[in-house]
């Protein structure tokens, strides 16, 4: 069985629930037509049966009693049911409705056969009662609802004939709207389709209109933009990675096939010393990269526990032992909120990068701060790592927080590192929900890289 589309899908609910909403609305109205003509009918019979009670109530009732039209019958009876006046073409000898149907105390409205009344068609009488209590009298007239029954058969005929052709109507009139309303999706996944046909980067055509398919198109986009950035980078990635592994392999096949082909003039020590070098910044780089990966995938784990600044300082110092690395510890203790390991990372990584290029002294300091300019509204704590080294330029302190990317005076492969540093320190910060800066170190030539941290109460780190 066919499955229909998008259109006719969309089509098929719009007949049905048309062709629904049009058939209750002719049942009311053919119901709201009758009713109306009904009760116009029993007003005219009212007002007449009122004015000939009016004559009853005098004793001035003419025979025949006058009536307006040739479809209404009025007869005036007594408490016997005998007929006392009628009109002229009403009956003078039976009346139209049995006395015992009657309520002498109110109005009534009664149905009867049309061949007891003389016309045709359902015969509607109503009953008003008239004299006295000591000779009391009732006025009965009836009136045709012929008329009544053929405007409503008119109306629905005409419902019946007109409903099917404006549905018929309104269906190709909403085809053709439904099919320009997604033209624009049938122009997105053409669209998407000769993306996914070709390599590459493309876009999805944009419609004019500022309506949802144009919001649709415009986040699209984005998306494959995201997309393409990601994979521009991935392939970076890949390739810098696949370089960088490349380089100690290279060494240590070079130091093994010298080694082999001069065993007897080896110094196996000197030997043994440089693949021993070469294994442990391959085991760095791949660590980094695993790191990397982890970052990239894992959610943010903000919040994992209380983490005292100053200690963590001293800590990190101490794995130096003599200079340059000295500390200026806080006026008292600072807490902040992360994972240890993942900021003794942070700091390490900064301490090593001042130490490579530090001439003389790498100066670690923390304090708190009431700055609200950081990732997030808030109270921050502000962790420095200031060196006396050259620095790096303005121009490029955004781009050593880039993978694999490292400056010309740190391109030596066995002193520079492979670039990963800065851009782990970077993802750490970011999920410790901090941020970091580079800035000129004050009143000396060297570089400050700033750490904005979360700040957590005293009493609340103490618990």
Same mark, same amino acid.
Not at 82 to 110: H, K, T, W, Y
Not at 271 to 282: E, I, P, S
Not at 315 to 330: D, L
């Given at each position: 069985?066919?499955?229909?589309?998008?259109?006719?899908?969309?089509? #098929?609910?719009?007949?049905?629930?048309?062709?629904?909403?049009?058939? =209750? %609305?002719?049942?009311?109205? =053919?119901?709201?037509?009758?009713?109306?003509?009904? +009760?116009?009918?029993?007003?005219?019979?009212?007002?007449?049966?009122?004015?000939?009670?009016?004559?009853?109530?005098?004793?001035?009732?003419?025979?025949?009693?006058?009536?307006?039209?040739?479809?209404?019958?009025?007869?005036?009876?007594?408490?016997?049911?005998?007929? /006392?006046?009628?009109?002229?073409?009403?009956?003078?000898?039976?009346?139209?409705?049995?006395?015992?149907?009657?309520?002498?105390?109110?109005?009534?409205?009664?149905?009867?056969?049309?061949?007891?009344?003389?016309?045709?068609?359902?015969? +509607?009488?109503?009953?008003?009662?008239?004299?006295?209590?000591?000779?009391?009298?009732?006025?009965?007239?009836?009136?045709?609802?012929?008329?009544?029954?053929?405007?409503?058969?008119?109306?629905?005929?005409?419902?019946?004939?007109?409903?099917?052709?404006?549905?018929? $109507?309104?269906? #190709?009139?909403?085809?053709?709207?439904?099919? #320009?309303?997604?033209?624009?999706?049938?122009?997105?996944?053409? %669209?998407?389709?000769?993306?996914?046909?070709?390599?590459?980067?493309?876009?999805?055509?944009?419609? #004019?209109?500022?309506?949802?398919?144009?919001? /649709?198109?415009?986040?699209?986009?984005?998306?494959?933009?995201?997309?393409?950035?990601?994979? $521009?980078?991935?392939?970076?990635?890949?390739?810098?990675?696949?370089?960088?592994?490349?380089?100690?392999?290279?060494?240590?096949?070079?130091?093994?096939?010298?080694?082999?082909?001069?065993?007897?003039?080896?110094?196996?020590?000197?030997?043994?010393?440089?693949?021993?070098?070469?294994?442990?910044?391959?085991?760095?780089?791949? !660590?980094?990269?695993?790191?990397?990966?982890?970052? !990239?995938?894992?959610?943010?784990?903000?919040?994992?526990?209380?983490?005292?600044?100053?200690?963590?300082?001293?800590?990190?110092?101490?794995?130096?032992?003599?200079?340059?690395?000295?500390?200026?510890?806080?006026?008292?203790?600072?807490?902040? $909120?992360?994972?240890?390991?993942?900021?003794?990372?942070?700091?390490?990584?900064?301490?090593?990068?001042?130490? &490579?290029?530090?001439?003389? !002294?790498?100066? /670690?300091?923390?304090?708190?701060?009431?700055?609200?300019?950081?990732?997030?509204?808030?109270?921050?704590?502000?962790?420095?790592?200031?060196?006396?080294?050259?620095?790096?330029?303005?121009?490029? +302190?955004?781009?050593?927080?880039?993978?694999?990317?490292?400056?010309?005076?740190?391109?030596?492969?066995?002193? %520079? %590192?492979?670039?990963?540093?800065?851009?782990?320190?970077?993802?750490?910060? &970011?999920?410790?929900?901090?941020?970091?800066?580079?800035?000129?170190?004050?009143?000396?030539?060297?570089?400050?890289?700033?750490?904005?941290?979360?700040?957590?109460?005293?009493?609340?780190?103490? +618990?």
């Amino acid at each position: 069985m066919p499955v229909l589309g998008l259109r006719g899908r969309l089509m #098929a609910i719009g007949v049905v629930g048309l062709t629904i909403g049009l058939a =209750l %609305g002719g049942v009311v109205l =053919l119901g709201a037509l009758s009713f109306v003509l009904q +009760r116009t009918v029993d007003t005219e019979a009212f007002r007449t049966a009122d004015a000939v009670a009016l004559l009853a109530a005098e004793d001035a009732l003419p025979d025949p009693l006058p009536v307006a039209g040739g479809q209404v019958r009025v007869q005036v009876i007594d408490g016997q049911g005998r007929i /006392l006046a009628a009109s002229i073409d009403a009956d003078r000898l039976v009346p139209m409705v049995r006395p015992e149907r009657l309520n002498r105390d109110g109005r009534q409205r009664l149905e009867v056969p049309a061949e007891r009344v003389g016309l045709v068609g359902p015969v +509607r009488v109503v009953a008003v009662p008239a004299g006295t209590a000591a000779d009391p009298l009732t006025v009965l007239v009836a009136r045709s609802m012929a008329d009544v029954r053929h405007s409503t058969h008119v109306v629905r005929t005409i419902l019946l004939v007109a409903f099917p052709l404006l549905v018929a $109507v309104l269906a #190709a009139v909403a085809w053709r709207v439904v099919g #320009a309303t997604l033209r624009p999706v049938e122009a997105l996944r053409r %669209g998407a389709e000769e993306i996914t046909g070709r390599a590459g980067a493309g876009r999805l055509p944009v419609p #004019a209109s500022a309506d949802e398919i144009h919001r /649709l198109a415009v986040t699209l986009n984005g998306m494959l933009g995201r997309l393409e950035s990601a994979r $521009v980078r991935q392939r970076a990635f890949v390739s810098d990675a696949a370089h960088e592994l490349r380089s100690p392999l290279t060494n240590i096949r070079t130091e093994l096939e010298v080694a082999q082909r001069l065993a007897d003039r080896t110094d196996w020590t000197a030997v043994t010393a440089n693949l021993l070098a070469d294994t442990d910044r391959l085991s760095r780089l791949v !660590d980094d990269l695993l790191l990397l990966a982890r970052l !990239d995938e894992a959610p943010p784990a903000r919040g994992t526990g209380p983490v005292e600044l100053g200690a963590l300082l001293t800590e990190v110092a101490a794995r130096y032992p003599s200079p340059p690395v000295r500390v200026t510890p806080p006026v008292g203790p600072l807490w902040t $909120v992360g994972t240890v390991e993942e900021l003794r990372r942070v700091l390490a990584n900064l301490v090593d990068n001042a130490v &490579r290029h530090a001439q003389g !002294d790498v100066v /670690l300091a923390a304090e708190a701060t009431s700055t609200t300019t950081g990732p997030g509204v808030g109270a921050y704590h502000l962790v420095t790592v200031t060196d006396d080294g050259p620095g790096i330029a303005t121009a490029d +302190r955004e781009r050593v927080f880039d993978r694999f990317t490292r400056l010309d005076d740190g391109r030596a492969r066995d002193d %520079g %590192g492979a670039g990963l540093g800065l851009a782990i320190v970077r993802e750490l910060v &970011r999920r410790a929900g901090g941020s970091i800066t580079l800035t000129d170190a004050p009143e000396q030539r060297g570089l400050r890289v700033c750490l904005l941290l979360p700040a957590l109460p005293a009493e609340d780190g103490q +618990r």
